[in-house]
T-cell receptor
């Protein structure tokens, strides 16, 4: 049982380049989330999805795009990378039942934009 | 605006020295309050969910409690392996978004 899998684990981008961070979960969760975590800070929500074909913005969506074509996959797209996007990115999925919500996280993608 | 504040930012304890971490929250209506543990270089790991004031949950040396304004994570007789960052998050009613605090970095010395 793999849980939430993120690829790549590390990446260095040049300013203006684009890339896609991959996230896959095998728990059949409807809800998926993308966060960024800057040093010494908590998690900031970028985008989330409540099911295939449905996405919505979080606190810090600018510079990012998402899509959700399947239950399992929730890729995060960075267009025109900027130094301000240097961060650790976490994908999470959750089951949202009554008195049963638990969020599971991937191991993260460490991104540097130089 | 929904908000989560954790204190202290950092805490150093001797092995066996019990203490508590605080999570204060402001939310229009609470759907759930969550505690996570995060080890360096890893993703957060779920510890507890609390749903209503007065609720308590325990796991090994950890005990989480909830009031209408704050939650405490009590650590009894900690060991060095309890060293980690502990994150608190809330989820408001009517939404599936989680709002995280900045965490408490705990170091337990042998």
């Amino acid at each position: 049982n793999a849980g939430v899998t993120q690829t790549p684990k590390f990446r260095i981008l040049k300013i203006g380049q684009s890339m896609t961070l991959q996230c896959t979960q095998d728990m059949n969760h409807n809800y998926m989330y993308w966060y960024r975590q800057d040093p010494g800070m908590g998690l900031k929500l970028i985008y989330y999805s409540v099911g295939a074909g449905i996405t919505d913005k979080g606190e810090v969506p600018n510079g990012y795009n998402v899509s959700r074509s399947t239950t399992e996959d929730f890729p995060l797209r960075l267009e025109l990378a900027a130094p301000s996007q240097t961060s650790v990115y976490f994908c999470a999925s959750s089951y949202e039942g009554v008195a049963k919500n638990i969020q599971y996280f991937g191991a993260g993608t460490r991104l540097s934009v130089l | 605006e929904d908000q989560v504040t954790q204190s202290p930012e950092a805490l150093r304890l001797q092995e066996g020295e019990s203490s508590s971490l605080n999570c204060s929250y402001t939310v229009s209506g609470l759907r759930g309050l969550f505690w996570y543990r995060q080890d360096p270089g890893k993703g957060p790991e779920f510890l507890f969910t609390l749903y209503s004031a007065g609720e308590e949950k325990e796991k090994e040396r950890l005990k989480a409690t909830l009031t209408k304004k704050e939650s405490f994570l009590h650590i009894t007789a900690p060991k060095p392996e309890d060293s980690a960052t502990y994150l608190c998050a809330v989820q408001a009613t009517g939404t599936y978004k989680y709002i995280f605090g900045t965490g408490t970095r705990l170091k337990v010395l042998a």
